[in-house]
């Protein structure tokens, strides 16, 4: 499991995870995770990254699946919870990625990695 948290003046603090392992074939599913909690709405947009030859974080060539999502609320207090799932074809290379979570363009500090191995 791994977490990312970030505290801003609009989002009090956001946890974004990848739910279970950190290797993935492509077309598996990768399940993801967070809560927040915001007096704001907006949609929880996620992009996706993978690391260069270079060692440096771009976006892949190919990005047709990348969710947006609407986080639910609980009714009492200001808590958002979403998860979803991402699903990698063969037109992404072999390699380490990372996800990231916006919310109202507050982006996660720390995304959570991933690699895709065949």
Known sequence: MHKANLMTEDVTWIDFQIVGK?????NEP???????????????HIYIYYKD???DW???PYTH????IFASKDDHTNNRTF?????LNNFYPIGNY?????YSETSCSIEP???IIA
């Not at 950190?22 to 492509?26: G, K």
């Not at 699946?65 to 947006?68: G, R, V, Y």
């Open 53 to 55: 030859s270079n060692g």
């Open 65 to 68: 699946n990348i969710p947006t």
């Open 58 to 60: 771009e976006e892949p």
């Open 113 to 115: 990695e991933f690699e």
């Open 98 to 102: 990372k996800l990231e979570a916006m």
């Open 22 to 26: 950190s290797t993935y074939q492509r």
């Open 30 to 44: 990768i399940v993801f995770s967070g809560e927040l909690i915001s007096t704001m709405d907006a949609p929880v």
């Open 83 to 87: 998860n979803s799932s991402i699903q």
